[in-house]
């Protein structure tokens, strides 16, 4: 018997096993393989992520991170040269964020659930900007119609 929903994407959800560790979807991905119910972008998304997750070498990665430990904001971070971010590794590491307390702790009882949108931006990089994410998170608010009075 499955545990309880920790991530949300439209029909899919994937929940946490009994032992509160091991993520699964439900509906199972093999529900929708024959193509008669159809993915939405979302659910897609979802499922890729869970499955990229779930691969030996996600896992692998997670165990040899480069920079673990290490501070946030650390000097020097802005030097790392940038790699393409795709859309299901981005919410692979999300799974992976936010998972991890939902399930170890489950009397908390919290659950995600996602709406995911892709905007196009034409800010330049700047590192030596005073606020690195505002950089890009206040065009990026503004192109998903957030007010800027109501950002966080």
Do not use: N
Request: with cysteine; charged share 25%; net charge neutral.
């Amino acid at each position: 018997m499955p545990g309880r929903t920790i991530h949300r994407y439209g029909r899919l959800s994937i929940v946490s096993d009994v032992d509160h560790e091991s993520p699964t979807a439900v509906p199972k991905a093999s529900d929708f393989e024959d193509g008669k119910k159809g993915l939405k972008d979302i659910e897609r998304l979802g499922l890729e992520a869970l499955r990229l997750r779930q691969s030996e070498r996600f896992v692998a990665a997670k165990t040899d991170r480069p920079r673990a430990g290490e501070r946030w904001g650390m000097p020097g971070c802005t030097t790392v040269v940038p790699t393409p971010t795709e859309r299901a590794r981005a919410v692979a590491e999300v799974q992976h964020g936010l998972g991890w307390p939902a399930s170890v702790y489950p009397d908390a009882g919290v659950s995600f659930s996602y709406d995911s949108q892709t905007v196009t931006l034409s800010t330049p990089a700047d590192p030596s900007a005073s606020d690195l994410e505002a950089l890009w998170r206040d065009p990026a608010m503004g192109a998903l119609g957030w007010p800027r009075s109501e950002r966080p």
